[in-house]
């Protein structure tokens, strides 16, 4: 049952409010002056407070309120409190909502207001502990998985992130071929990093290769090595990338890049381990585990011809996708602050600017952006202006992260707002019908 405190020195005043909430269902508790309120805050399980302005005979300054209210938002910032004020304390009233007040009613109220203001408040109550309590069953799962396994520094806060890690962290000890897709600049490496620390060969060779930055001419050499002369310039043999590889683990990484001469030879060995090197007939074989990684759509490219099917298939028994930055909002901060030196500071007007942008770069584009801001700032304080954003950054995250945002990401943002739907939506680049959807879909509370 939830709990209501009114702190009113008038009993009239407090029995009216028993009986109306009694009504409802909702236990009220009566304190009738500061002190006392407080002590019941402290002994009690309090869902809200309705607190009168004034408690000494006589004295309409509405100050013994204010102070009362300051030292209850202070103590306990998330207990919503609704202040009731005559006409001559509005001004002050007004001014507590400004500071966090949930509300104010004048005397004498109105029923039907006082309760759709105390079941609004009531509902957001609920969904700030079902916040609270998805934000702390993250976090034991993130501390869990970094006391379990090897994350190599990853920096993440985002659940999407704690559900690729834990993936990655999942597989790590098969040695099942990993397909890891995602934007560039995204952290597709640093999954893999981290699936070979978990991995049975972690003591291992770990062989990256990019396949789109080697020539094509020079990529089955790079691959699967030469012997001397098999090419123009080849004077001495070359040892493959597969066979510096052998017992341990190899990253391809773009290997949409992979020209289909290539993919012949690379299904070879993920089927048997057994290749030729270029200018030779001698076959060799190897154990490696192979982890790829790309940001093309390789389901098209099958359909358009220039990646083969059966390839994708070996190398897709299990895939990670590593969502964009824009789609982990969560991130962005810790990720700055990680890049950032430890003398440099972030203002808010920075913090905000680098969670509205729409990061087309990824990680790999804050990361820059945070070191050109620490050499650039005029001081310790790094400013919006140091970050060289585009200023119409905002409105580009609508197509990303705010066109589809999350019950967690939902809840948050109206507990930010205090339920200001218009708020709301600005924040999360939506239109308010598109956001009543949305809410509706989750089942959170209109009112």
């Known amino acids: 049952m939830n709990q209501i405190l009114v702190i009113d020195d008038n009993k009239g005043i407090a029995t009216a409010l028993e009986v109306l909430f009694s009504i409802y269902d909702i236990k009220t508790l009566h304190a009738i002056s500061p002190q006392e309120g407080l002590r019941f805050i402290q002994s009690n399980q309090i869902d809200l407070v309705v607190q009168d302005m004034n408690f000494t005979e006589d004295t309409t300054s509405g100050e013994e309120g204010c102070k009362l209210f300051k030292q209850i938002h202070s103590e306990y910032p998330d207990l919503p409190v609704i202040l009731l004020t005559a006409w001559g304390n509005l001004e002050t009233a007004v001014e507590l909502v400004r500071e966090g007040a949930s ?14 203001t105390v079941n609004n408040l009531m509902e957001l109550g609920q969904l700030r502990q079902q916040t609270n309590s998805m934000l702390s069953q993250k976090t034991s799962i993130a501390q869990s998985l970094s006391q379990q396994y090897d994350l190599c520094d990853t920096v993440f806060n985002s659940s999407s992130m704690l559900q690729t890690m834990t993936m990655a962290t999942q597989i790590a000890h098969s040695d099942i071929p990993v397909l890891i897709t995602g934007p560039n600049g995204c952290g597709k490496e640093k999954i893999a990093e981290t699936i070979q620390a978990n991995s049975s060969v972690k003591e291992k060779p770990f062989v990256r290769v990019n396949v789109g930055a080697l020539p094509m001419d020079l990529l089955e050499a790079e691959l699967f090595g030469a012997e001397a002369g098999a090419y123009t310039g080849a004077q001495k043999k070359r040892v493959g990338r597969f066979e ?5 683990t190899l990253f391809l990484d773009e290997i949409g890049n992979l020209p289909l001469s290539g993919q012949v030879k690379l299904l070879r060995v993920l089927q048997t381990g057994e290749f030729e ?10 154990n490696v585990r192979v982890i790829s990684a790309t940001n093309a759509n390789l389901l098209n490219d099958i359909q358009q011809g220039t990646f083969r099917e059966d390839l994708y298939y070996r190398l897709n028994v299990i895939e990670i996708k590593v969502a964009p930055l824009a789609e982990r909002v969560d991130d962005i901060l810790p ?10 500071t972030l203002s808010q007007e920075a913090e905000k600017a680098l969670q509205n942008h729409s990061w087309p770069g990824n990680v ?3 990361e820059n952006v945070i070191k050109r801001a620490s050499l650039l700032a005029s001081n310790d304080h790094i400013r919006t202006k ?3 954003l585009p200023e119409q950054a905002a409105p580009t995250i609508e197509k990303t992260v705010s066109s589809e945002p999350d019950k967690e990401q939902l809840i948050a943002t109206l507990l930010r707002s205090r339920h200001n739907i218009s708020q709301t939506a600005r924040e999360l680049g939506l239109s308010r019908q598109s956001l009543y959807r949305r809410m509706d879909k989750f089942k959170i509370p209109r009112d």
């Open 386 to 388: 140091d970050l060289g």
């Open 103 to 116: 509300d104010y009613l004048t005397k004498p109220w109105d029923d039907t207001k006082l309760m759709t």
């Open 244 to 248: 510096a590889a052998d017992g341990g």
């Open 335 to 344: 990720l700055a602050l990680y890049f950032m030196p430890q003398n440099k």
């Open 277 to 286: 090197c270029l200018g030779s007939s001698e076959t060799r074989k190897v």
């Open 364 to 366: 790999r584009e804050l």
